[in-house]
């Protein structure tokens, strides 16, 4: 009942209806910073409600001064037409494994020659490098060509979670970074890594799993240029369970155009 209860600044619900019942619903929650939205429920009767709903937030988003709308459907979703014609593109496929294996009790040491801590807020410098370097042009244009937007465009949560962050390094470079988020139920992880041995991949696996050791399900999230992860993922005991689109919208924002007034003696 989440997208029933907006939370003020950082949700926004909106509501098509036909005679005295709904026929549609959609809900965007602020991202790390209120310059990005994303819309994260969309149900409607048909593909053109949907339009007008997502049109709907494209004129608030303007007048709120957001910047990016991002939308994330699965392939399977009938609205992916309806998104495109209301401005979205695709720029990334994303795939969604559940863990059907063994649970993980324990871990070793990592991996040589890697270290391995909780992030800290000055880790963000070198995450972003690390970023830069693994997604391809599509995605950093979506998610963020500078710092600021890749920093403002980061998924938040509405509601309290355990979140945990990790990175894999060396003196000279970051490796690795494994972001673990975990609901009363489930959990969830994402890795964004460069290219590693097998094993050293594996161990990164197995860490998120012990971290998540005591949910009923455990998911990991994988975007299709993770070739590598995607085929170790599989090797540990996770099943492919969705296939979706991300999708993103810019807005135009209105600007005000200078004008000359007298001054004030």
């Not at 310059?35 to 409607?44: F, H, P, S």
């Not at 699965?74 to 695709?90: C, E, Q, V, Y």
């Not at 894999?168 to 972001?179: F, H, I, M, P, V």
């Not at 998911?219 to 005991?237: A, E, N, P, T």
Request: with cysteine; charged share 25%; hydrophobic share 35%.
């Amino acid at each position: 009942m989440e997208q029933w209860l907006p939370l003020r600044g950082k949700r926004h619900t909106w509501v098509s209806t036909e005679g005295d019942r709904f026929s549609g619903i959609a809900s965007v929650k602020s991202c790390a910073t209120p310059t990005t939205w994303q819309v994260d429920y969309l149900q409607a009767d048909d593909e053109d409600r949907c339009v007008a709903l997502l049109e709907m937030i494209n004129s608030a988003a303007a007048t709120h001064g957001i910047r990016k709308l991002q939308l994330r459907l699965p392939i399977s979703s009938p609205f992916i037409d309806g998104a495109r014609r209301a401005g979205f593109w695709s720029y990334v496929r994303g795939y969604l494994y559940r863990y059907y294996g063994d649970r993980v009790q324990q871990t070793t040491t990592p991996p040589e020659p890697y270290c391995f801590r909780p992030r800290s807020r000055g880790d963000d410098y070198g995450l972003f490098n690390l970023y830069n370097d693994i997604v391809p042009p599509a995605v950093r244009r979506a998610e963020g060509l500078t710092l600021e937007e890749w920093q403002g465009n980061r998924e938040q949560s509405s509601w309290p979670e355990q979140r945990k962050e990790f990175i894999l390094y060396t003196k000279d470079n970051l490796a690795g970074w494994l972001r673990i988020n975990a609901s009363r139920g489930p959990g969830c992880f994402k890795i964004i890594s460069r290219e590693l041995e097998d094993d050293k991949l594996t161990w990164l696996i197995n860490y998120a799993l012990v971290c998540l050791n005591n949910k009923s399900l455990i998911f990991c999230i994988v975007l299709d240029f993770q070739w590598q992860l995607k085929r170790l993922i599989v090797d540990s005991g996770f099943e492919s369970v969705e296939e979706y689109d991300n999708l993103n919208r810019e807005i135009a924002i209105r600007t005000t155009e200078p004008q000359l007034v007298p001054m004030q003696v």
